[in-house]
């Protein structure tokens, strides 16, 4: 069995900052794309920033230069620091990752963390 455990999230005033990190545990092979999705209410899922095995990233353009995801293959880990933070920012989010148990990958998605920006 695979789990992606997420810690972090919380309140945080505007400007504000916090840091998301997600683990994953389990029986697998590999693991390819790691990254975050948000969600807010009455919106569907987004992505915030993802990457790759390599250390290659992409981020949502809403987050861009705020944001910065990073990731420790060695401990299947990967860290969201979030800066400047706005209540726009305001979702649960949701560690995803691509891995692969046996033959082939599969979407595996953690429970997710509530962020909430306000004064």
């Known amino acids: 069995q695979v789990q992606l455990v997420e810690s972090g999230g919380g309140l945080v005033q505007p400007g504000g900052s916090l840091r998301l990190s997600c683990a994953a545990s389990?029986?697998?092979?590999?693991?390819?794309?790691m990254g975050w999705y948000s969600q807010r209410p009455g919106k569907e899922l987004e992505l915030v920033a993802l990457?790759?095995?390599?250390?290659?990233?992409k981020y949502a353009d809403s987050v861009k230069g705020r944001f910065t995801i990073s990731r420790d293959n060695s401990k299947n880990t990967i860290l969201l620091v979030m800066n400047n933070l706005k209540p726009a920012d305001t979702a649960v989010y949701y560690c995803?990752?691509?891995?692969?148990?046996?033959?082939?990958?599969?979407?595996?998605w953690g429970q997710g963390t509530q962020v909430t920006v306000s004064s």
């Open positions: 995803y990752g691509e891995i692969q148990r046996q033959v082939t990958a599969a979407d595996y």
């Open positions: 389990g029986t697998f092979k590999r693991i390819n794309d």
């Open positions: 990457i790759t095995t390599d250390g290659n990233s």
